[in-house]
């Protein structure tokens, strides 16, 4: 027979219970506290030392985290452990890494920047990371990222000048360049038969509700905000003004009323496959799009737009090496592997993004057919770089409210 | 039963309307129509498994191209489909290892003991049963990365969070069983002289046999198809199971090696379960207090 | 000898019960505080990322209100809570909707064939729940089989993007996803009605109808709230079925307000704020599935 649950505590067992719980609470909070991890990075500068264009940074190295020794061995029978975007590096460049050391490499994925940085903060022994300058900032700062060796990576004389003592890493202490891009809008002509490009303002054609539930827009904070801020002719795309927000929200409110939109980073193969047919798109996804097209569908059926004077977000990748990781010499190599310019042609045609080489210029990639006509204009011009905006790192405030108006986005809230 | 004048026959519909022994053709329809649609789009993923294309919705020809056709997408071929199919199966067998055995003690301790810590217990595992998953993923990932404990994120905390989850599953069940079995056989075992624990292990355990074999399966395949707790505490795609693996990939650019990988992993379950049936059907021929069918063997005593 | 077995049992009970419940309350109720420790500590200056604040005295209760201000009903998250109360409320009617007929047509009336079709039933169980979603993602993609059936070879267009953003396939998914869950225990619950009642209703002149109103239905009322408990209690923290069936802002529920905040910097106390809404949002029907299951233990004894 089973007991009966019970009446319940009375009232003086009821108290003695709260007070007994009062009393464990803050016990279990020191036990608690005592088996907690070291927060981290209480002791540095609260502020993060923002990198911008006009105002380059050149990040400190602390005494404890000197850059690797020189003439080191690769270590052998390792895992070289990569964090990156899915579908973001050839599957050949590996394999030829692999083979050419007689490791395994092994890539993990992320969707976005933050979670990727929350990742690193959890302790993941990853050995590189695909970062943005978004992030350097935080990266250097916590303490997450290795610096680099440069006698371990000669063919960085392949890669454009300017990125040997870039703005937002002076003299090229933690980082190399892995890809360049432009963002701007694809469309498939057959699902939306008008020039987006020679629209006034190509960007509100996302709000035209004639492309209801044809649309999508990236599925990062910044840089779908930031063309938010483009469309109504604001071009502070790191704004901190509250009414530049505000604003901000209410135009993706109408958005999700409008076209209903979906937010992704997958537009390069949902376009080919007639998911999306107008989409704020990265320019190497455009490309990656024309290997995703179904059998007997050509590439003209892609187009994309991007402002002529460059006067658009012009952005790119890096690579890091990560403290935690444990094949430095490996991970140094690699990065040499990349920048190598064969390689990294391969790369290009793989994942469609372009690669900095001096190598290739847009003539030569037109000339060799290796972009199609139609889609000249995603090829980034070094000027772009002087005229464009980046999309920079926020302060903790601002990026709190940038958040705040992306959560309140995300939950739909129209 | 109605009266029947001569007028109102059991002829025509009507009649076969009120006929109370005719066969249930409607809720026999219902039945099939759910099958088929419960089945059909996982046969038509199958089939598409063996497509010769990329695509994974137009027909393109019959090929083995993605189970080993293929040289660097094939199952056969990716070295990280096979890492996220030896996850999957690591993480199952030591969940199920781990989990069974945890939830039949308890269950067999908490039915027996009398008081309020184990109707409290009972309580909480009852509760561990339904909550849903997201919430305990989180407050593990949240424990596991505020506090330095022995392990991190990656295998263990998975397996720790499996276990957590389905230590009910057994539980239940096993509590389920002693109900129906009773406390006779146990007790005549101690009147013809047993201790508790000899009783316990040489008359009630053999009895909860099938119990347990079905809370071992069952169990094995909730872990092997767990998503939400795997996904938040792993450290990096080397212990990314297949469930995870499918959807990062179905959210990027998937090819039908995705589809041949979860065909793969059907097919080994289904092994299973055929092999644990029959093994289950073996351990209860001589057994008089369980059913034999199917529907013993998931739990349904 | 009955004085000797009760001392017996004070020990032995406790000692088998001890490693579950120990296990449950390290692995399930520590990680519950750890979220109320996060949910009211601090964030990082650098990274914004939780920093857990264990004493109760020094909790800091902005990020919690910082939520619940916003939940209300001009709130930001007010139209995701609604939603997944509407789309939950509405898949698990569904499930019932199908789950009943095919669990009553199987345990009574199915016959000769009932072991093939139990088998059938459970089959979902073992395959990936990410591969029968994978498997409606390809059906509904603009190019896919269902489309291509709409338009009757060619006919009409149909010129609707299931993936998508459409409240109804999200809807469909989720009841898709869990029938299954729900048809096992209807099935258990229905097995165990006794034939010779409804019989008897039908003996003393009640047609069909009526007969399954006043006493079929009443007699297995627990066994349905049961199942729809344990149904509907782990969809309301489903996220990836929406993320895979429609990646809109549009049909976003609150397990998609979950996850989104949970790895974000600065919004990981966020995340926690909502495990615990919605945890105290469940704790009643919890509560309730549990007595309705101890109630049932009672009658089965």
Known sequence: ?414 | MSVMTPEKTLRGPVGWWRDPWRRPRILAGITIAYLVWSLLPVLIAVMFSFNDGRSRTNWQGFSFRWYWGDQTKSVWHDASLHTALLQTLKLGLLSTLIAVPLGVLFAIGVDRWRGRLPSGANVLMLISFVIPEVLLAVALLFMVTSLALPFGLGTSAQVIGLVTYQVAYPAVLVRARLATIGPQYEEAAMDLGASQLDALRRVTLPMLMPAIFASTVLVFADVIDDFVLVRYLSNGSATEPVSVKIYNTARAAPTPALNALATLLLLAAFAAVVIGYLVFRRMTRNDDTTGRGIAAFAGET | MLQRSRQRTNRLWPVLAAPGVGWLLLFFLAPLYVVLAIVFGQRDPVFRTAVPVWNPLQWDPTQFTYVLTRIGPDGVYFPALVRTVVYVAAASILCLCIAFPVAYYVSRLAGRHKGLLIALLIAPFWISYMMRMLAWVNLLQNDGLFNRMLSFGGLFDPNVDWLTGQPVVVILGLVYGYVPYMILPLYAGLDRLSQSMLEASRDLGANRVSSFVRVTLPMCRPTIMAAVLLTCLPMLGDYFTNDLLSASPKTAMVGNLINDSVQAPGQTGQAGAFVMLVLLATVLPMVYYVRVTLRGDEVRT
Not at chain 1, 101 to 122: C, H, M, P, Q, W
């Open chain 1, 1 to 414: 027979m089973p007991v009966p649950i019970g009446s319940g505590p009375n009232r003086r067992q009821f108290l003695q219970r709260a007070a007994i719980l009062a009393a464990a609470a803050p016990t279990v909070g020191a036990f608690l506290a005592a088996c907690s991890k070291p927060a981290g990075t209480q002791g540095s500068a609260p502020s993060l030392t923002i990198a911008k264009p006009d105002s380059p940074v050149k990040w400190p190295i602390a005494d404890d985290n000197k850059p690797i020794g020189d003439s080191l061995p690769p270590e052998k029978g390792a895992t070289l452990k990569i964090y990156n975007y899915a579908d973001y590096l050839s599957p050949q460049a590996i394999k030829g890494f692999e083979d050419q050391y007689g490791v395994k490499v092994e890539v993990s994925t992320f969707n976005d920047g933050d979670e990727a940085i929350t990742k690193l903060r959890s302790g993941v022994d990853f050995d590189i990371y695909n970062a943005n300058y978004t992030e350097i900032s935080r990266l250097v700062t916590g303490n997450l990222v290795r610096p680099l060796n440069h006698s371990y990576i000669p063919n960085i004389s392949n890669v454009w000048p300017s990125f040997t003592n870039p703005w937002y890493d002076q003299g090229w202490q933690y980082t190399v360049p892995y890809t360049i891009y432009t963002t701007g809008m694809g469309w498939r002509t057959d699902q939306v038969p008008a020039d987006i490009g020679k629209l006034s303002n190509p960007y509100a054609a996302l709000w035209d509700p004639a492309y209801k539930d044809k649309t999508a827009i990236i599925d990062d904070f910044h840089t779908a905000m930031a063309m938010v801020l483009l469309k109504q002719g604001i071009t502070d795309v790191n704004t901190s003004s509250e009414a530049d927000l505000k604003m901000v929200g209410e135009q993706l409110s109408a958005l999700v009323k409008a076209t209903s939109p979906k937010v992704t980073i997958t537009m390069y193969s949902d376009m080919p496959a007639g998911q999306i047919g107008l989409s704020q798109m990265w320019s190497g996804d455009v490309i990656n799009a024309v290997n995703y097209l179904p059998e007997g569908v050509g590439p003209e059926i892609l187009r994309y737009w991007f402002p002529e004077d460059g006067k658009g977000l012009v952005d790119n990748d890096m690579l890091v090496t990560l403290k935690g990781g444990k094949n430095p010499v490996l991970a140094h190599l690699f990065l040499n592997h990349m920048l190598d310019p064969a390689v990294a042609k391969e790369n290009f045609s793989a994942i469609g993004y372009q690669p900095p080489q001096n190598s290739l210029t847009a003539d030569s990639l037109v000339a060799e057919s290796f972009i199609p006509e139609n889609l000249k204009n995603v090829i980034v011009k070094p000027e772009y770089f002087d005229t464009g905006y980046r999309t920079l790192e926020l302060d903790a405030d601002n990026d709190a409210a940038w958040h705040n108006v992306w959560n309140a986005f995300n939950a739909g809230g129209s």
